[in-house]
């Protein structure tokens, strides 16, 4: 079973900024954070990953608590095209799988 | 940008046939991955590849899945005898080590 919680919907609207909570209390210290999204039914696309520290690349940040028990993902200027399943994943120490939950489906609207 | 690309991205099979779904990871990966997804539901793991071995796979990737690694660039997936369950999307996905994988496009199997 997927280790995190995520809420199953969230509106933003279009140019502001889109903040996806995630929580995962029971993370060890040890295992990554990871975040995916799919488009559709297209192939799950990464984002981001992080163990402890704040992360940014071109696409997202994500902010992770410093007791690591919550974090949040943060796209700073949505687009229309960022409409889509966001997935916060949280990988299993000593395992190269991926365990998806159903998500937050992200709507932004114009 | 390098990319996992897989083929065909559409395949109808007729009950009991056998499928081989193919893959070409990206080229400094070493490990490799096959997930499948039923029409609205989760995206599942079915198996791990590291070293021309399975390093790990899920309940669902019973004897009737095979994976190959045939030519060091392919990767495929095969189905020895489909069910009508097995219709879903096929990702294959690589991934570096301590990076997180990328997913190719999909392959939507439909078994009549």
């Known amino acids: 079973d997927a280790k995190t919680t995520q809420p199953p919907s969230m509106d933003c609207a279009e140019g502001r900024a889109a903040n996806l909570p995630c929580n995962h209390s029971?993370?060890?210290?040890?295992?990554?954070v990871y975040w995916y999204r799919q488009i559709h039914s297209q192939g799950p696309q990464y984002i981001i990953h992080?163990?402890?520290n704040n992360e940014t690349n071109e696409m997202a940040s994500l902010i992770i608590t410093e007791d690591r028990k919550s974090s949040t993902l943060i796209l700073p200027h949505a687009t229309l095209r960022d409409t889509a399943v966001y997935y916060c994943?949280?990988?299993?120490?000593?395992?190269?799988?991926?365990?998806f939950g159903t998500g937050t489906r992200l709507q932004v609207f114009p | 940008e390098p990319e996992v690309t897989q083929t065909p991205s559409h395949q109808v099979t007729q009950m009991g046939q056998e499928v081989i779904l193919r893959c070409v990871p990206i080229?400094?990966?070493?490990?490799f991955y096959w997930y499948r997804q039923i029409l609205g539901q989760k995206v599942e793991f079915l198996v791990s590849?590291?070293?021309?071995?399975?390093?790990?796979k899920s309940e669902i990737f019973d004897d009737q899945f095979s994976v190959e690694r045939p030519d060091g660039s392919n990767f495929t997936l095969k189905i020895r005898s489909t069910k009508l369950e097995d219709s879903a999307m096929y990702f294959c996905?690589?991934?570096?080590?301590?990076?997180?994988?990328?997913f190719g496009q999909g392959t939507r199997l439909t078994v009549v």
């Open positions: 996905a690589s991934s570096e080590l301590a990076q997180g994988a990328f």
């Open positions: 029971t993370i060890s210290g040890n295992e990554y």
């Open positions: 992080g163990l402890k």
């Open positions: 994943i949280v990988r299993v120490y000593n395992t190269d799988k991926l365990i």
């Open positions: 080229s400094n990966h070493l490990y």
């Open positions: 590849f590291y070293n021309n071995e399975i390093s790990e």
